[in-house]
């Protein structure tokens, strides 16, 4: 019938825990989001290049502690908080499936 095709750059492994780099890249895009910012805007006041930041987001990049450090300083958050987000998000699993027609 149809075959799912992954976009590249999107591609998780299967596997029933998530990547601490995963858990964090999600936290830090849900609060980007919710500020209503775009990568551009949040990169810039971070001091990051959009690529890195995108690369973050998406769990295929592990940010030194002084990059996550400024990342969650644009985004007015402390890292703990975003460590404590992610880690709940780690012990929940890989959260609900999304499927796309």
Do not use: F, N
């Amino acid at each position: 019938m149809s075959t799912i095709v992954p976009l590249p750059g999107t591609r998780r492994r299967r596997r029933s825990e998530l990547l601490w780099r995963e858990a964090v890249g999600d936290v830090l895009r849900e609060a980007r989001q919710d500020r209503g910012e775009r990568i551009l805007d949040t990169a810039s006041a971070a001091g990051v290049s959009p690529q890195y930041l995108s690369e973050v987001e998406r769990g295929l990049k592990d940010p030194s502690s002084e990059m996550l450090s400024a990342i969650t300083g644009a985004l007015e958050l402390p890292v703990h908080d975003v460590a404590g987000r992610a880690a709940d998000r780690m012990a929940r699993g890989s959260g609900p499936l999304c499927l796309a027609a």
